[in-house]
C-alpha cells in the first residue's frame, strides 16, 4: 500500500530488499538523490562533517529500512524528509485508527537512534500519522528533502487509495 | 526563564481546562492538545528543577531521548503525536481519514490521558522538589480522570476532594 504525493513534489524513490538479514538500500535515481543530500546537507549545517555526514545518513537510510521492513504490513508509506531543521522520517500507517504499539515502536526506534554513537551527526525527528491522501501530507514534508521507501519493486497508488 | 512551580501552576491550569473538555465531549483535538502542552510544563518543571530550560519544543525533544527520560519520552511521544495530528493534520480527500476523531475519538482520548499524561507525571515525580512534586500532585485538580497521582489520591481517599 503506498500514497502518491503531490505532483510538485519530485521524491526520490528508496528500493530496499534483503539480502540474508541484510538491508540493501538503492536509489532509484542517484543525481536526483545526491543533489537532495547535499541540500540537506546545507539546511542541517553539516558541511564541516560533510564526509561523516554522509557514512551516517547511508547507516540511517538502512536502519529505517530495517525498521520499515519489520512494520511493513502496517506502512502505507515511509518518508524522509525535513522539519524545523531536522531530518524527520515520516511513517504514513496504514488505517487511520490510533495505534499504541506503533507508536511505542516508532518511539523506540527514535530513542535508539538519538543515542547511537555511530549516528551522532544525526538528529532525527519522526511521526506516525494514519492513512491520509498525499495532498494532505503536504505540510509535513519539505520538497527540498522527499526520500520515499519502496519495498519488493512496490509503486505509489492514487492518493488515499489502498492498494489491496 | 520560568521556574519550576511557574511551569507547575501552568501544567494545573492545562489540567483544569482538560478536565472541562473531557467533560464536555466535543472537542477531543483540543482535549489531546491542551494535554499534551500540560505534558510539557510538567517535562519542563522537571527541567528547571535540574537547572536546565528547553529553548524550543525540538530541544526538549532531544533532551527526552537521552537515556535517563526514556520512559518519559516514550508517554511524551504519544502526546506530542496525537497532538500535532489534532493541529495540523486535515483531509477531505478518499480514505479512511476525514478529522481527528477517526484517530481518537473522546473515550480514546481518555484513555491516552490516564496512560500516556499519568506516565508523564509519575515519571517526572522522580526529578520534582519536594515543593514541586507537592505542587503537581496536591493541586492537581480533580474529578473525570479515573487515575490521581499518589498525594492526590491519599486526599481523595480522606474524602477532602471528590475523585471519579
Not at chain 1, 520515499?148 to 512496490?154: E, I, L
Not at chain 2, 527541567?47 to 508517554?75: C, I, N, Q, Y
Given at each position: 500500500?503506498?500514497?502518491?504525493?503531490?505532483?510538485?513534489?519530485?521524491?526520490?524513490?528508496?528500493?530496499?530488499?534483503?539480502?540474508?538479514?541484510?538491508?540493501?538500500?538503492?536509489?532509484?535515481?542517484?543525481?536526483?538523490?545526491?543533489?537532495?543530500?547535499?541540500?540537506?546537507?546545507?539546511?542541517?549545517?553539516?558541511?564541516?562533517?560533510?564526509?561523516?555526514?554522509?557514512?551516517?545518513?547511508?547507516?540511517?537510510?538502512?536502519?529505517?529500512?530495517?525498521?520499515?521492513?519489520?512494520?511493513?504490513?502496517?506502512?502505507?508509506?515511509?518518508?524522509?524528509?525535513?522539519?524545523?531543521?531536522?531530518?524527520?522520517?515520516?511513517?504514513?500507517?496504514?488505517?487511520?485508527?490510533?495505534?499504541?504499539?506503533?507508536?511505542?515502536?516508532?518511539?523506540?526506534?527514535?530513542?535508539?537512534?538519538?543515542?547511537?554513537?555511530?549516528?551522532?551527526?544525526?538528529?532525527?525527528?519522526?511521526?506516525?500519522?494514519?492513512?491520509?491522501?498525499?495532498?494532505?501530507?503536504?505540510?509535513?514534508?519539505?520538497?527540498?528533502?522527499?526520500?520515499?521507501?519502496?519495498?519488493?519493486?512496490?509503486?505509489?497508488?492514487?492518493?488515499?487509495?489502498?492498494?489491496? | 526563564?520560568?521556574?519550576?512551580?511557574?511551569?507547575?501552576r501552568l501544567a494545573n491550569r492545562n489540567h483544569e481546562l482538560l478536565l472541562k473538555l473531557l467533560a464536555d465531549g466535543g472537542f477531543p483535538d483540543w482535549a489531546v492538545t491542551v494535554a499534551f502542552y500540560k505534558a510539557?510544563h510538567?517535562?519542563?518543571?522537571?527541567?528547571?528543577?535540574?537547572?536546565?530550560?528547553?529553548?524550543?519544543?525540538?530541544?526538549?525533544?532531544?533532551?527526552?531521548?537521552?537515556?535517563?527520560?526514556?520512559?518519559?519520552?516514550?508517554?511524551?511521544?504519544?502526546?506530542?503525536?496525537?497532538s500535532?495530528?489534532a493541529?495540523?493534520?486535515?483531509?477531505?480527500?478518499?480514505?479512511?481519514?476525514?478529522?481527528f476523531?477517526?484517530?481518537?475519538d473522546l473515550e480514546?482520548v481518555k484513555?491516552l490521558v490516564r496512560?500516556?499524561l499519568?506516565?508523564?507525571?509519575?515519571?517526572?515525580?522522580?526529578?520534582?522538589?519536594?515543593?514541586?512534586?507537592?505542587?503537581?500532585?496536591?493541586d492537581r485538580p480533580c474529578g473525570g480522570l479515573a487515575v490521581c497521582?499518589?498525594?492526590?489520591?491519599?486526599?481523595?481517599?480522606?474524602?477532602?476532594r471528590e475523585c471519579r
Open positions: 500500500m503506498a500514497v502518491a504525493l503531490p505532483e510538485t513534489i519530485k521524491p526520490v524513490e528508496l528500493d530496499w530488499h534483503a539480502e540474508n538479514d541484510v538491508i540493501h538500500v538503492i536509489p532509484r535515481n542517484q543525481k536526483r538523490f545526491e543533489i537532495q543530500k547535499d541540500r540537506a546537507i546545507e539546511i542541517l549545517q553539516r558541511a564541516k562533517d560533510a564526509e561523516r555526514f554522509h557514512q551516517q545518513f547511508s547507516l540511517l537510510l538502512d536502519r529505517l529500512a530495517e525498521w520499515v521492513r519489520g512494520h511493513e504490513s502496517e506502512i502505507a508509506q515511509a518518508i524522509i524528509t525535513l522539519q524545523d531543521g531536522r531530518l524527520t522520517f515520516v511513517v504514513v500507517r496504514n488505517k487511520a485508527l490510533y495505534d499504541e504499539q506503533f507508536q511505542d515502536d516508532l518511539a523506540d526506534l527514535d530513542c535508539d537512534i538519538a543515542n547511537d554513537p555511530d549516528l551522532d551527526l544525526i538528529k532525527l525527528k519522526t511521526l506516525a500519522l494514519p492513512i491520509v491522501g498525499g495532498e494532505a501530507l503536504r505540510s509535513f514534508l519539505d520538497e527540498r528533502l522527499v526520500l520515499v521507501y519502496y519495498g519488493n519493486g512496490r509503486r505509489p497508488h492514487p492518493a488515499g487509495e489502498s492498494q489491496p | 526563564m520560568a521556574t519550576e512551580g511557574d511551569h507547575i510539557v510538567v517535562v519542563e518543571a522537571a527541567f528547571a528543577s535540574l537547572k536546565v530550560h528547553s529553548a524550543s519544543h525540538t530541544a526538549r525533544e532531544e533532551m527526552l531521548k537521552r537515556p535517563r527520560f526514556k520512559g518519559l519520552w516514550k508517554d511524551y511521544s504519544h502526546l506530542l503525536t496525537a500535532r495530528i493541529r495540523y493534520l486535515s483531509s477531505s480527500g478518499a480514505g479512511e481519514f476525514h478529522s476523531s477517526d484517530y481518537l480514546g484513555k496512560k500516556r499519568y506516565g508523564v507525571e509519575q515519571g517526572t515525580l522522580a526529578f520534582l522538589t519536594t515543593g514541586g512534586k507537592g505542587g503537581l500532585e496536591e497521582l499518589p498525594a492526590q489520591l491519599r486526599k481523595c481517599q480522606t474524602g477532602s
